[in-house]
Nanobody
Framework: QVQLVESGGGLVQAGGSLRLSCKAS????????MSWYRQAPGKERELVAF???????NYADSVKGRFTISRDNAENTVYLQMNSLKPEDTAVYYC???????????????WGQGTQVTVSS
């Protein structure tokens, strides 16, 4: 069993900052990559940022220069630092991880439960 637990969401004014955290626990033999998605009301879920082994990162164009993804491998935790927040960043943010649960098993895709981020104008 693998669990992803997110925290750090909340209500913030435009221009403010939030930091999201997502900790993986359970059978996590190897974490191949971690990412953040978001889903606004009435819209499809979209990829915000990802980080893979070796700390290579990539971002959606809409958040480049404002959001930073990072990870603490010792803690199996990924972070999303969100600065200069805009009302259009309002969404439920989901953590996603590609994890190999045990040696000689296939990597599987896991999702967190989501955390609400609301940016007021």
């Amino acid at each position: 069993q693998v669990q992803l637990v997110e925290s750090g969401g909340g209500l913030v004014q435009a221009g403010g900052s939030l930091r999201l955290s997502c900790k993986a626990s359970g059978k996590t033999f190897n974490i191949n990559g971690m990412s953040w998605y978001r889903q606004a009301p009435g819209k499809e879920r979209e990829l915000v940022a990802f980080i893979i082994s070796g700390d290579s990162t990539n971002y959606a164009d809409s958040v480049k220069g404002r959001f930073t993804i990072s990870r603490d491998n010792a803690e199996n935790t990924v972070y999303l630092q969100m600065n200069s927040l805009k009302p259009e960043d309002t969404a439920v943010y989901y953590c996603n991880a590609l994890i190999t649960p045990a040696i000689r098993t296939m990597p599987l895709n896991y999702w967190g439960q989501g955390t609400q981020v609301t940016v007021s104008s």
